[in-house]
C-alpha cells in the first residue's frame, strides 16, 4: 500500500498474530483462523465532537481494529505504536475467551489484559520473534512497561498512556486495590483502575515493591516469559469441568484466583510461580 499508517498497521497486526501464533499456539483472535481487518484514519465521536485521538477492537458486526490520526497533543498517530495494535488485538482475544465484560473491575481486568499480552507482544517482537518463529528468550526494556509510549503527544505526563511499573505517574490511574475508582465515569474506571492489575503482572514479571510503598510485600520476580503464560492461560483457559477460568463478571479477587489457578495449571501448586502470583496480588492490595 502507499499509506504509511497502512503499512505499519499492517506490519505490526501481523507481529502480533505470529506472537499470539508461536507462543501460546492461537490462530488469530478467534483461535480459529479469522482475517484480520483494520481500517486507519478514523474519526471518533465524542458525543459533542470528534477525534481522532483513538484506536480500538469493535466487536460484531464490525469484527475489525480502528486507528484514528491522533489530535498532535495528547496523541500521535495511533498506527505508529505495534503495543497499540497488540493491546487492540487483544481486546478481540479476550471478546473470545473470558469475554470480561467492560465495566467496573471486569472492563479493568480486560483492559489490563490488553495492556500486559500487547506489552509481551512488543517485547517478543522487539526481541526478535516474528514470522519464523519464537525468540531465544525474551528480554523486556523500560520500554516495555510503557504503554503507547510511541503515539504519545506532547501533551501526555511521561511521554507514554500508562505506565506498568509505576502507574501514578500518568496522574490518573490507580495502583492499589484500597485507592481504586469506584465512580461511574470511565466505564467504572475501566482504565483507572487497571493498573492495579497491570503493577501485578510488572512485580510478577520483574519482581520488585509497590513503587509507593502502599505495602510491604517484596515479591520475586519469574520473568516475563512465565508471567505471560499464566496471564494469558488465565485469560483463554478452562478447568476441568470445562469452565472458564476466568468468568466475564470477574472482579480482581477472581482475577487473582484464576491467574493461581493458571500458575497451578502450568508449573504446579505451591511451586514458585503459584506462590509468587498470590504475592503480586498481595503487593497490589488484592486479597486471597
Known amino acids: 500500500a502507499t499509506d504509511d499508517a497502512i503499512n505499519r498497521i499492517y506490519d505490526f497486526v501481523g507481529a502480533t498474530y505470529y506472537y499470539y501464533k508461536h ?34 477492537w469493535l466487536n460484531a458486526p464490525y469484527l475489525q481494529m480502528v486507528y484514528g490520526d491522533g489530535d498532535g497533543t495528547d496523541l500521535l498517530d495511533l498506527s505508529l505504536g505495534l503495543d497499540v495494535s497488540a493491546h487492540e488485538l487483544t481486546h478481540a482475544v479476550t ?29 517478543w517482537a522487539a526481541s526478535g520473534g516474528g514470522a519464523a518463529g519464537n525468540p531465544a528468550s525474551i528480554t523486556p526494556t523500560a520500554e516495555t ?41 470511565d466505564n467504572g474506571g475501566v482504565h483507572l483502575n487497571s493498573g492495579i492489575p497491570n503493577l501485578a503482572f510488572y512485580l510478577l514479571s520483574q519482581g520488585g515493591t509497590h513503587p509507593r510503598g502502599r505495602s510491604q510485600t517484596s515479591v520475586p520476580g519469574i520473568g516475563i516469559e512465565k508471567a505471560q503464560q499464566i496471564f494469558y492461560l488465565a485469560n483463554t483457559g478452562k478447568n ?13 479477587q477472581v482475577a487473582r484466583f ?31
Not at 509510549?149 to 506532547?154: N, R, S, T
Not at 476441568?240 to 480482581?252: C, D, H, I, K, Y
Not at 497451578?264 to 486479597?287: F, I, K, P
Request: charged share 15%; hydrophobic share 40%.
Open 23 to 56: 507462543y501460546h499456539g492461537r490462530d488469530s483472535y478467534d483461535g480459529a483462523g479469522k482475517p484480520l481487518i483494520s481500517t486507519a484514519h478514523v474519526s471518533f465521536s465524542t458525543g459533542v465532537s470528534c477525534t481522532g485521538a483513538n484506536a480500538a
Open 95 to 123: 471478546s473470545t475467551a473470558s469475554a470480561l465484560v467492560y465495566r467496573n473491575e471486569s472492563g479493568a481486568l480486560n483492559e489490563s489484559m490488553s495492556d500486559c499480552l500487547g506489552s509481551a507482544a512488543e517485547a
Open 145 to 185: 512497561w510503557m504503554i503507547g509510549e510511541k503515539v504519545a503527544g506532547p501533551g501526555l505526563p511521561g511521554g507514554a498512556l500508562r505506565f506498568m511499573n509505576n502507574p501514578t505517574v500518568d496522574t490518573i490511574s490507580r495502583d492499589f486495590y484500597a485507592d481504586r475508582y469506584t465512580g461511574l465515569s
Open 240 to 252: 476441568s469441568a470445562g469452565v472458564a477460568l476466568l468468568p466475564s463478571s470477574a472482579t480482581f
Open 258 to 288: 484464576a491467574t493461581a489457578q493458571a500458575a497451578q495449571n502450568l508449573y504446579g501448586r505451591c511451586s514458585r510461580e503459584w506462590q509468587n502470583v498470590h504475592m503480586a496480588w498481595d503487593a497490589v492490595g488484592v486479597t486471597g
